[in-house]
């Protein structure tokens, strides 16, 4: 199951813990590690890094309560440590929304000043088209726009 759903099981692991039904965050951050060792990511295809990727920064948005309070670096101390050691590779095969994420992690650790958080500015920054003034999805330049007055969709290219 991690290895598909990553960020929603985290999300799922805390909202438990909040809502006081029962506690699994230990329990899945074991099961995570072990299903994504770092030792092993030479053997992810693009989509699984991005799942490992999001799989971790869910656990630190998770338990910020969703950007709620700030959460402690020490207590995801191994996660912290891998962005570090590998953001170049998080920019260079991943896209922009993850990079975000991870740059969103430190924040929420109140870690401004931390390198991460520059290069994922700059890479986002990079990102962003100019004449649009948005980064384009990974389709393109086409996206959905609902119109709820007429129930329909119209595809914008």
């Not at 402690?72 to 440590?81: A, L, P, R, T």
Request: aromatic share 14%.
């Amino acid at each position: 199951m991690i290895t598909a759903w990553a960020a929603q099981l985290a999300n799922q692991a805390y909202w438990l813990r909040q809502i006081g039904e029962q506690d699994l965050v230990s329990e899945f951050i074991d099961a995570f590690q072990r299903t994504y060792p770092d030792s092993e990511d030479y053997r992810l295809s693009k989509q699984q890094f991005g799942n490992k990727l999001y799989g971790m920064t869910h656990i630190i948005l998770a338990d910020s309560g969703y950007y709620q309070r700030p959460v402690n670096e020490k207590d995801h101390q191994w996660i912290y440590n891998y962005f570090r050691r590998n953001i170049d590779d998080i920019i260079k095969h991943t896209k922009e929304d993850i990079v975000a994420e991870v740059g969103i992690s430190f924040l929420l650790a109140g870690l401004h000043d931390d390198p991460v958080v520059t290069k994922a500015r700059a890479a986002i920054a990079r990102a962003v088209d100019k004449k649009h003034g948005m980064i384009f999805s990974v389709w393109g330049f086409r996206f959905c726009v609902w119109r709820a007055s007429k129930r329909t969709r119209h595809y914008v290219t």
